[in-house]
């Protein structure tokens, strides 16, 4: 098995919806493209991939919406060095379809009350829908390491909340555990190193608004 070196998680640039929260109301979310300021985040963070990777090759999945899409754009990576794969399932949160600016403002404060992993929109996911999705994809990725040449790094660019339930679920946190944490800021990056002892480490955390509530010994 040729596991990689490094996975790195980067999240979208400044999007039209981090902006404009009106813009759900005229365009689909898969549809919203980056700022400039979106652009030039994702710049940057192309910058510093560039140098991460040198000559080595990448394995790279991207969430199928556009802002994701614009963002890997953007990173300008030797497209003789990099295997691109559009995956689904590194998508958004699904919060319905067209969406009325109040009502996602009301439910947003209803999953803040109820709690984020669990907490399901009307007509759209929940936090642990998304996580069964990327644990699936999980899997696939697992599978992927099983041939001999597999690239040394993976990239996924995604979504923030993507983000972090990928880390849930690869290090086995508890559900208290991701409703403490926070979303990463516009194209951060997370990177997932492996160590001399086979395993895995972060390379560095989410930042945390709260103190976890475990239920029991698992949390």
């Given at each position: 098995?040729?596991?990689?070196?490094?996975?790195?998680?980067?999240?979208?640039?400044?999007?039209?919806?981090n902006?404009?929260?009106?813009?759900?109301?005229?365009?689909?979310?898969?549809?919203?493209?980056?700022?400039?300021?979106?652009?030039?985040?994702?710049?940057?963070?192309?910058?510093?991939?560039?140098?991460?990777?040198?000559r080595?090759?990448v394995?790279?999945?991207?969430?199928?919406?556009?802002?994701?899409?614009?963002?890997?754009?953007?990173?300008?990576?030797?497209?003789?060095?990099?295997?691109?794969?559009?995956?689904?399932?590194?998508?958004?949160?699904?919060?319905?379809?067209?969406q009325?600016?109040?009502?996602?403002?009301?439910?947003?404060?209803?999953?803040?009350?109820?709690?984020?992993?669990?907490?399901?929109?009307?007509?759209?996911?929940?936090?642990?829908?998304v996580?069964?999705?990327?644990?699936?994809?999980?899997?696939?990725?697992?599978?992927?390491?099983?041939?001999?040449?597999?690239?040394?790094?993976?990239?996924?660019?995604?979504h923030?909340?993507?983000?972090?339930?990928?880390?849930?679920?690869w290090?086995?946190?508890?559900?208290?555990?991701?409703?403490?944490?926070?979303?990463?800021?516009?194209?951060?990056t997370?990177?997932?190193?492996?160590?001399?002892?086979?395993?895995?480490?972060?390379?560095?955390?989410?930042?945390?608004?709260?103190?976890?509530?475990?239920?029991?010994?698992?949390?």
């Amino acid at each position: 098995m040729a596991r990689p070196r490094r996975i790195v998680l980067v999240r979208h640039g400044e999007s039209e919806g981090n902006t404009d929260d009106t813009v759900y109301e005229r365009e689909p979310d898969h549809a919203l493209r980056l700022t400039s300021t979106g652009w030039a985040q994702a710049e940057e963070t192309g910058a510093r991939l560039r140098e991460l990777f040198g000559r080595e090759r990448v394995s790279v999945y991207v969430s199928p919406y556009r802002r994701t899409h614009e963002t890997f754009r953007a990173f300008d990576l030797d497209p003789e060095l990099v295997r691109v794969r559009e995956e689904p399932r590194l998508r958004e949160q699904d919060w319905g379809n067209w969406q009325e600016r109040d009502d996602v403002r009301l439910q947003k404060a209803y999953r803040d009350a109820y709690g984020h992993f669990f907490y399901r929109f009307a007509q759209g996911e929940s936090g642990a829908d998304v996580y069964d999705r990327v644990g699936a994809f999980l899997e696939s990725l697992y599978r992927s390491f099983e041939a001999p040449d597999h690239p040394p790094n993976v990239l996924l660019v995604t979504h923030g909340l993507t983000m972090r339930l990928f880390c849930m679920r690869w290090f086995h946190w508890s559900v208290p555990e991701f409703e403490s944490l926070s979303n990463p800021g516009n194209a951060e990056t997370r990177m997932l190193q492996l160590g001399e002892d086979g395993r895995y480490t972060l390379d560095r955390p989410f930042e945390r608004w709260r103190t976890p509530e475990p239920y029991g010994v698992t949390g």
